[in-house]
């Protein structure tokens, strides 16, 4: 036990230096709780992420929006058959092949990793396109509910799909975030408004609602409970 809490005690200051300097080691408080409070968030994502998506131990194939001939292959936690997925199996010292042929499956262990993989991915598509700084801005709480986004959907589609909502997370408008993310929203003043649900909020509203409440939510947690937020999750403000 002693040497389990050294451990967790060498795992902040490994991240505490990494993310805020050499001498974060040295301060006391409050750059260490960050440092927990990220390894807290992480853990919740994590956790919410994979009740949205469900484990699969064998290949699941799925037809991609309405176009019924295109066929796209997952397993674990909603990994699709692609270059990323592939190279972290083989990371794992297991060969693709053997994985998508049904021969072989994965358990929950090796599908969280290559989770991991496509989370960091998309995490980084997203940096990529803000920039360091302004993505080191944004709270961890609009990060964690765009990722999710980007892991069901694509990063590239959330950004060609999305572009006032992504702008709006960049300028921290939480608020105009999830309305956009819920509703194709434009100028309510303009002759051409329709108060529309996008695809993401018709297809799957569900997990919409609960993804987009963390837009709202304060920075205390990435993500409420998705059932909570089923029931909870405030409407746009046109909407009476």
Not at 3 to 29: F, V
Not at 109 to 135: C, I, P, R
Not at 144 to 170: D, E, R, T
Not at 174 to 196: F, H, I
Request: charged residues 25%; aromatic residues 8%; proline residues 5%.
């Amino acid at each position: 036990m002693a040497e389990q809490q050294q451990n967790n005690r060498d795992d902040l200051k490994d991240m505490a230096s990494q993310w805020y300097g050499s001498g974060a080691t040295k301060a006391p408080g409050f750059l260490m709780m960050k440092a927990l409070q990220n390894m807290q968030s992480k853990k919740m994502f994590n956790k919410t992420l994979k009740s949205h998506e469900g484990f699969r131990s064998k290949p699941y194939v799925m037809s991609k929006d309405k176009d019924a001939h295109k066929k796209i292959a997952t397993i674990g936690y909603g990994t699709r058959n692609n270059n990323i997925t592939n190279t972290a199996l083989r990371a794992l010292n297991i060969d693709p092949k053997s994985v998508w042929s049904g021969q072989r499956s994965i358990n929950p262990t090796e599908a969280e990793s290559l989770m991991n993989a496509h989370v960091k991915y998309t995490a980084d598509k997203f940096e990529k396109h803000y920039g360091s700084n302004q993505w080191n801005k944004i709270p961890s709480r609009m990060k964690n509910s765009l990722v999710n986004m980007g892991y069901q959907m694509g990063a590239h589609n959330v950004l060609k799909k999305f572009p006032s909502m992504v702008s709006a997370i960049g300028r921290g408008d939480g608020q105009r975030a999830y309305d956009e993310s819920l509703y194709s929203v434009g100028n309510p003043n303009s002759p051409r408004y329709r108060n529309k649900k996008s695809d993401w909020n018709s297809q799957t509203p569900n997990r919409a609602r609960a993804v987009s409440a963390g837009y709202l939510e304060p920075e205390v947690s990435p993500m409420r409970n998705s059932m909570s937020l089923q029931q909870s999750s405030p409407k746009p403000r046109w909407v009476k």
